[in-house]
């Protein structure tokens, strides 16, 4: 019953910014985690930022520094602002959510996950 809902997605070039939304709806209010993955062609699922077990943000190594994650009041909706964007940033961005995770940001914790937005980023 849970749906997560991304947006923000497209087309900039490096250097630039993008910030992707995810909102989340069957929530029941229980403690979840969320975060963002991205796959590029080719290469495996990996995540990019999350909330994990804890309540702990972590970040892909590749990012830190230039995304940051956030969530609005409610916390119905993640946000992942992404600045200083590279070429190998490119990829298509998944929103995750489960309500039981581990400490790290594996994609077979999440159980949850939406349709992915498509980032391009030009050189």
């Known amino acids: 019953q849970v749906q997560l809902v991304e947006s923000g997605g497209g087309s900039v070039q490096a250097g630039g910014s993008l910030r992707l939304s995810c909102a989340v709806f069957?929530?029941?209010?229980?403690?979840?985690?969320m975060g963002w993955f991205r796959q590029a062609p080719g290469k495996e699922r990996e995540g990019v930022a999350a909330?994990?077990?804890?309540?702990?943000?972590t970040y892909a190594v590749s990012v830190q520094g230039r995304f940051t994650l956030s969530q609005d009041g409610a916390k119905t909706t993640l946000y992942l602002q992404m600045n200083s964007l590279k070429p190998e940033d490119g990829a298509t961005y998944y929103c995750?959510?489960?309500?039981?995770?581990?400490?790290?940001?594996?994609?077979?914790?999440?159980?949850?996950w939406g349709q992915g937005t498509q980032v391009t980023v030009s050189s």
């Open positions: 995750a959510g489960a309500y039981y995770c581990g400490a790290i940001m594996r994609p077979r914790d999440f159980a949850h």
């Open positions: 069957g929530y029941t209010g229980s403690t979840y985690c």
């Open positions: 909330i994990v077990a804890g309540g702990r943000t």
